[in-house]
């Protein structure tokens, strides 16, 4: 359009005037941009304009059903209305942009929500105008970089960040605080994908964001101040996945201070080294913090480094706030262990706080290991070794701690032994281990494991005081060790008499080390340790010096070891003269195994001494006399004696008379009766003779009626070396058969200065008595017994009836047949054994068709007249040898009945023929007494008259086995051996004896069996306990027999009752097992019951003892137990052999003998006081066991006196501690013995020293006058000794004659006297009563009269009233 005037167009620029389409309804807009005229980077972020400022544009996107507004309508067709909130509408142009979006630009007067609408040619056209919010946003915000430090939060625990805000400034240092609302700040923190909600706080120049994280790990900060990203210093230069950007920040776990690190490198050093200390915050994970603000409570943490020096002195290193502690340098200049205590501020320790820090000496440092048990143990016992430490050759000052050493033990299996440590002195250390199982370990030790290679090399380079500690650091010198551990604890078997210990010359103890089964093992000397001293007081207090050492030396061989023990006569010579014995303890590989009352002798070994003189007795006097046999290759070892060779009879014995009487088969010699055997000697079972005597002649004889009986001594003494004999200092009594005691005198042999002799005739036969002492005391092998025979002792039949003669043809033709016959094999397949006497009389004829059988000879000995012989000695069994017809000797069991003189020899003949059966004297070196014959013949061989031998009936079954029930029918069965042969029952006869009550009478019922082969027998038993079945066919008994058979209560059991509920190492466990007749109770003897207790892991059963107490009610049975080893036992119950159910019992440790406390325990005591000492029980590591733990403890205490013992009262304290009291019955010297677990508490046994206490019945008083009055008390005993020592509790009341107390001193000399002085007036009266233990002395109260000194006496006098005083 343009406008002419006068036809002339006057514009210069014409009108532009554009027509469009009318616009359809529901046109639709939206904006493309949330943000209005701001940098792309914060679009989508909100909306907001700086008012005021030009070009803020809105760009939106407007559509016409599916096409937009700019395509369709031309930009100057277009206009944007914008309303403000006061309805005031301003226009502004649109700019259709490359992708059809509208542009336009607004520029708001006000701030609030405004509306935009769209005009196509005037005409609005958007179905719903777009709203915009306008803000009021400064224009001065300065949104440079900020800076919000080092953030970190702590889960749980609120965070504060705050946001500093300021406006722009030419001038850096002069910007002023910028005022915000919290709406002008939008605040976003992401833990991932998840929001953590925030608040925000504002004031001038300050935003705060307050947060609670829940979650650790790293979180994002995001802020937009006025809809504008705030950006930060320590933003990641890479946008994240949105294309935003955030400041990182990370959140923790709560600070733990105990799980803390203080580090202290290196923990050990020598003198001027330097270490360095480091405190790192960790949370409960192990989490390195930042710092040591985050606690619960949001405080910071204030933390202190001070070092415990070993003088008590205190330095602080550091003392930080929130701050970590890191390689803090510390220089100690003081030895020994150090304390690096690191504190919180409320003083709680941090970590492992102290830590010890040990500071050696500079010097040149040495380990040396030492003790059993880096060599040896005992299975189930304690084993102990000690390491000990020191700098150039001294002893540390200063303790090391347990960091200094490890030692590892390791057994057989590979598994690892527990090893106890404790530093007992500044460097010293004392380990024990309890190994499980027996055989070789290896014990590894080092020192100061945890020292690194600081402590040594550096840089290649060897520092001097360095070397020091390297040189100690890793194993020890000789590890690892081998140990052996045994499976058992050996125990001491002193060879003969204990001996004496000698205070003059010492003495020596011969003994051997075996096992459970008494036999003998080996150990190496250096594990066994005898000690004495150490029980003594005086001895414990002596300066012992190494000549004072109870030294172990090897004897025997390694088939029979054994060990000889050398007490010196130094330390013999420091016992006190008042003791009479000593205890010996003797230990093997640290453990004890004896402890023996030891006999004290102070006199010289060098004079006689009884137990080492010995007696020898001889059938005869002979013509040169010889000590008692000693065997000279074994000096300072136990003698044996040598058994003396046996008669020599005539060569070919006594010759009868042609035709005389011809033997049985094998016997007599033809033509009379053979003589005794060429050489006969002492048979290998006879007992052995010590100091028999050497004969004259080879040939030994009898001791016989008539003829003299020699008795030799052999003098020594207590060296056990010959001496001089006195025939005055030596006695001799012997008793006679007749009761009648003769006493004859020694005298010297003219042969040998150390032997003694005398002789005897005795008269009759009989058991005679030698007794023989030197200077009042038996010798060592006095009284000798010995037996004196008739001229000739017979042998007879034990039964005269049985007593048959066997035909002189009989023995003619088995002997012709045996000439003729061929040897047969041994034994014949009917053996048949026939006994006969000297004479040919037959004894006793058996068959036994077994093919390797066993016979049983029984005679009577007798004198010349057929009158048994009487009056043996106690104990008296003759000694057997049988001769085969070869001449081989015979194993045989001799059974002798001295009351009738019935001898049972058992033995096994290997072939047939004679053999000759010799009667030997036990006392007297096994001389032949009495000879008989027994002969074996085959009962098949032909003869012309020989009868078959009768059959051999036997019972077998269970009524003749073992046990049977009480009335329950018991059964068994009667038949032949071998072939059957038909039986009835008149040829059977059966009786059942009860052994209790022999008159009791059993039913038997006796049935034949269908074939008659066999007879059954029934009885019914009715009372329990020993029966006896006789059985016999055809009057003659069953081999076997009679049985012996166990009748036991009907279905009976045995039950552990419910008795302790557990049990301690080392203490007496005891059971009550109760036995059952089903429901009822019945008693049963200890024996048929059979209880074991097995320990955990272990195969051996603890040892039990069941026995019947007096107390024990009808059924109930005790069974006792001392467990080795704690944890379950498992005890297993039989009865009559009938296992029953099993029970467990538990077994505590007990108290640790080692570290248990022994208080209040007095060496010295008077014979009137009551001792009390208590027990602190304590674990292996030395703690005190809880008092509900320690009531369950048992501690073994005796106190034993000289001749007698003290029954302990113990009783269990609330705190769990044990009071022990006692009361000595007499004064001397007592042992008290602590023990638990079976082991010696502390250093028990204690010596305790019991003195007579004052008797204030025969305490004299006397006045001494002075000036003063002076009265002296002297203490007594009740037998009248004087006191030697103080002590004594001494009183004095001295009443006036008005019953005024007058004040009085009393001084205790410490000898036993006690002095009292007080002043008193001239001629007043006093009572005076002296009170000795709370008695009044002897002849107390008594009146006492000051005497007067007013007159005046002239030097002469005073003189002359001196003398008469002192008379």
Known sequence: VNLEVAGTPVLEEPLK???????????????????????????????????????????????????????LYPADAITAVITNPEGKQTRSPVTVLP????????????????????????TPVLEEPLPIAFQDIPTNVDLNAVDLGDIFGTVGVPLSIEIPLTEKSTNENKKAPLSITPEDLKVQIKNGDNIVPTQVETSPGLAKVSLTPTEKGPHVLDLELFGTPVPFSNSPSDADATGKKGTPFNVYGPLDLNNTVVSVEPSIIQLGEEVAISVIPRDSDGQVLPSFSSIPTGEKVEIEVVVDTPKGDKETLSKKSNAKVENLKFVPNLLGKHGVQVTDGQKSHVGKSPIDLVVLPSGKLAVDATGDGLKAAILGKEAKFAVAISSSGEPLKSALGPSAIKSVLTSPSGDVVPVKVEETQPGVFSFSYLPQQAGPHVLSVATFPSVDEKNGDKDGEQDGNKK?????????????????????????????KIPEINSVDGSRLEFELVDENDKPISVDPSLIKLSLGNLIPEIKDANLSPEDEITVSPLGDASHPSYLATIPSHLASKLPEELNSVPLQVEVAGTPVLEENIPISHKSNKDVDPKHCTVAVSPSSPSKVASPSVDSSKADTPKEAQGQKGAQGPKGGAQGPKGGAQGPKGGAQKGGAQGAPAKVDAPADAPAKADAPAKADSSPQNFVVGKPVHVTVAVKNGNDEPLNAEPEKFTAVVTLPDGSKISPSFEKVPEAENLLALDFTPTTTGAVKIEVAANGSPIENSPVNVFVFPEKVLVKPVDPAKKQKAAAQDSQDAGDDNNEKKKKPFPPEKPCLLVTDAT????????????????????????????????????????????????????????????????????????EGDHKVQVLDPTNAGTPIAEFNSSVE??????????????????????????????????????????????????????????????????????????????????????????????????????????????????????VEEGEESSVVGDPTELKVKTLAGDKPVDVDPSKVKISVTPPGADAPVPVKVKKLPSDPEGTLTAVFTPKIPGDHVVYVAVFGKPQENKKIPVEEAADPEHTEVVGLSPNISDTEVATFQLVPKDGTGAPIPADKAKKLKFDVSVKGKRHSVSPTISVLPDGSTNVEWKPKKSGNYLVKIKSGGEHVGDSPYMVKVEEAASAEVSPVHIVQTMNVNINVQAMTKSGQLRTTGGDKVEMAILDSDKNETKAEVTDKGTGEYCINFTGEPGSEYTINALINGLPAKDCPFVFKVPEFSKKISVTEKFRALGALFR
């Open 17 to 71: 005037v554009i027509f469009v389409e009318p616009v359809p309804k529901g046109v639709k807009a939206t904006f493309a941009s949330e943000a209005l005229g701001l940098t792309p980077e914060n679009q989508a972020r909100g909306v907001g304009v700086l008012k005021g400022d030009k070009d803020n544009s809105v760009v939106a996107s407007v559509l016409v059903g599916d096409k937009p507004l700019g395509e």
């Open 99 to 122: 992708d059809n979006t509208l542009k336009f630009e607004v520029a708001p007067e006000t701030v609030g929500d405004h509306v935009v609408n769209l005009e196509v040619a005037g």
């Open 468 to 496: 020091g500690v390297k040189e100690i650091v890793g194993p020890v010198a000789g590890s690892p060790f081998s140990v052996t551990c045994l499976s058992t604890l050996p125990k001491v078997k002193i060879i003969g």
């Open 840 to 911: 040919g009389d037959k004894i006793s004829e058996e068959h036994d068709p077994k093919p390797d059988f066993t016979v049983t000879v029984g005679v009577q000995l007798a004198d010349e007249n057929g009158k048994p012989l009487t009056g043996f000695p106690e104990g008296f069994v003759p000694a057997v040898k049988v001769l085969t017809p070869s001449g081989q000797s015979l194993p045989n069991i001799a059974e002798f009945d001295p009351k009738d003189s019935e001898l049972k020899v058992t033995y096994q003949p290997k072939e």
């Open 938 to 1055: 085959d009962s098949d061989a032909p003869t012309s008259d020989k009868v078959s031998p009768p059959p051999v009936f036997v019972a077998s079954g269970p009524g003749v086995e073992g046990t049977v029930e009480a009335d329950t029918p018991a059964l068994f069965n009667v038949s032949s051996e071998g072939t059957p042969v038909p039986v009835t029952k008149d040829m059977v006869e059966v009786k059942v004896e009860n052994l209790k009550d022999p008159k009791q009478k059993i039913p038997v019922t006796l049935a034949v069996n269908p074939d008659n082969k066999s007879v059954d027998v029934t009885y019914t038993p009715g009372p329990t306990g020993p029966h006896r079945v006789h059985v016999s066919v055809k009057k003659t008994p069953v081999p076997n027999g009679p049985f012996d058979v166990e009748v036991v209560p009907k279905d009976i059991k045995a039950q």
